[in-house]
């Protein structure tokens, strides 16, 4: 059994894999960590971990975690199971690292395009060899509704909501509009593209803002809540052979 912690920007992710099937996986507090993570171990009697972190964790938290299970925590150094062509490898996010190894453990052989739709938007690429070349990163549907109320005076502060108006009739569907159809645009642009690129291109979808926009592209699309938490088991599993 694996353990698998995902310290992201907003919120931290636990699971447990068995056999590179995902049978346990739940959101906590940063202040839960160790206290989660030891419960899980116990119950489902994992013998190996790995951590990845964009967020904050204490040095505390990690060093119990050392205590208790045998744990990687993974960092530019860590052993991938893809030829990294990034030219500043040492400033790739982890997270962008474990989609990339989710890309070419679960689709090996294929071209993938992997969309995390979260904090942030990321891009990330990988060709039919297993090289991965880079990508983008654009602001996310919550940042873009919290910078139009924080950078002006009067626009309000939103939750997202998807409308098929094109023209906005009042400043919230204009920002509706703006921010969440701005959004789709931006991704299917981006889809489209890769594929002039490669016809043949796979494309995942995942994220928090998974659900609310998998079924709003014109693109078809792999969607994959999950990815990430695959990736950290697959770079976990390659380390342990």
Same mark, same amino acid.
């Given at each position: 059994?694996?353990?698998?912690?995902?310290?992201?920007?907003?919120?931290?992710?636990?699971?447990?894999?068995?056999?590179?099937? @995902? !049978?346990? #996986?739940?959101?906590?507090?940063? $202040?839960?960590?160790?206290? =989660?993570?030891?419960?899980? /171990? &116990?119950?489902? %009697?994992?013998?190996?971990? @790995? !951590?990845? #972190?964009?967020?904050?964790?204490? $040095?505390?938290?990690?060093? =119990?975690?050392?205590?208790? /299970? &045998?744990?990687? %925590?993974?960092?530019?150094?860590?052993?991938?199971?893809?030829?990294?062509?990034?030219?500043?490898?040492?400033?790739?996010?982890?997270?962008?690292?474990?989609?990339?190894?989710?890309?070419?453990?679960?689709?090996?052989?294929?071209?993938?395009?992997?969309?995390?739709?979260?904090?942030?938007?990321?891009?990330?690429?990988?060709?039919?060899?297993?090289?991965?070349?880079?990508?983008?990163?654009?602001?996310?549907?919550?940042?873009?509704?919290?910078?139009?109320?924080?950078?002006?005076?009067?626009?309000?502060?939103?939750?997202?909501?998807?409308?098929?108006?094109?023209?906005?009739?009042?400043?919230?569907?204009?920002?509706?509009?703006?921010?969440?159809?701005?959004?789709?645009?931006?991704?299917?642009?981006?889809?489209?593209?890769?594929?002039?690129?490669?016809?043949?291109?796979?494309?995942?979808?995942?994220?928090?803002?998974?659900?609310?926009?998998?079924?709003?592209?014109?693109?078809?699309?792999?969607?994959?809540?999950?990815?990430?938490?695959?990736?950290?088991?697959?770079?976990?599993?390659?380390?342990?052979?």
């Amino acid at each position: 059994m694996n353990l698998i912690i995902d310290v992201g920007n907003t919120r931290i992710k636990i699971a447990v894999f068995n056999n590179g099937k @995902i !049978i346990h #996986s739940e959101s906590i507090t940063g $202040k839960s960590v160790v206290i =989660k993570a030891e419960e899980l /171990i &116990n119950k489902f %009697e994992c013998e190996n971990a @790995i !951590i990845s #972190s964009v967020g904050k964790l204490k $040095k505390t938290q990690t060093a =119990k975690l050392h205590s208790v /299970i &045998n744990l990687i %925590e993974l960092t530019s150094e860590t052993k991938t199971p893809f030829i990294n062509k990034y030219s500043t490898p040492k400033t790739l996010g982890m997270d962008r690292v474990a989609l990339v190894s989710a890309a070419v453990t679960l689709f090996s052989n294929k071209s993938v395009l992997v969309i995390d739709v979260g904090t942030c938007i990321t891009y990330d690429y990988i060709d039919i060899n297993a090289c991965y070349y880079g990508g983008a990163i654009s602001p996310g549907i919550q940042m873009r509704y919290k910078s139009l109320n924080k950078f002006t005076e009067n626009l309000p502060l939103l939750e997202p909501k998807y409308t098929n108006q094109f023209i906005g009739e009042s400043t919230d569907s204009c920002i509706h509009i703006g921010v969440v159809n701005g959004t789709i645009s931006e991704i299917d642009s981006f889809i489209n593209q890769y594929r002039k690129k490669n016809k043949d291109l796979t494309v995942v979808l995942t994220g928090g803002d998974t659900k609310f926009l998998a079924n709003r592209l014109k693109n078809s699309i792999f969607a994959n809540p999950i990815f990430l938490l695959e990736g950290l088991n697959a770079i976990l599993t390659y380390n342990l052979q």
